[in-house]
């Protein structure tokens, strides 16, 4: 069962209350500007829900023009979970190709952060393998 939150011509936001998942799906191609807006949407829903499992799917923003990456793992991610408290965990969705791009990127961060880390992410190009993640960390059974 979802619930939608929030929809805009570039961003739906849904939540799924039996496994507290929050479901940030980009619609469109994006610019910077509504990219800070569509995560702040995220955050908002994310303290309203105290929900700390998201799944971001991106595989809709062809036009990559570099916005992002860098300043949601280095700055945003971290702002989100000092304000939840408790580990946050996102599994982003992205097409194959731009999963090539982003690992090829020296201005992306090599490697997401360990187990020991406060917050965690992981890149996915099968929504399967993304929501079995994600339900593993909710579950407290993620090996890593």
């Known amino acids: 069962m979802y619930q939608e939150l ?34 702040e949407t995220m955050r908002l829903a994310a303290r309203e829900h105290k929900c700390r ?4 799917d991106a595989r809709r923003r062809t036009d990559r023009r570099r916005n992002g990456p860098e300043w949601v793992v280095t700055r945003f991610l971290p702002q989100v979970q000092q304000e939840m408290g408790g580990k946050l965990y996102v599994a982003f969705l992205v097409l194959p190709n731009h999963l090539i791009e ?27 393998a993304a929501n079995t993640w994600l339900e593993q960390k909710r579950r407290g059974k993620a090996r890593e």
């Open 6 to 39: 929030a929809s805009t011509a570039f961003l739906q936001v849904v939540y799924r209350p039996d496994s507290c998942l929050l479901i940030g799906r980009w619609l469109c191609s994006i610019t910077e500007e509504q990219l800070h807006e569509g995560y």
């Open 53 to 56: 499992h998201w799944l971001m």
């Open 102 to 128: 982003i690992e090829a990127d020296p201005s992306v961060p090599e490697k997401p952060p360990g187990a020991s880390a406060p917050f965690q992410y992981a890149r996915f190009i099968d929504e399967g």
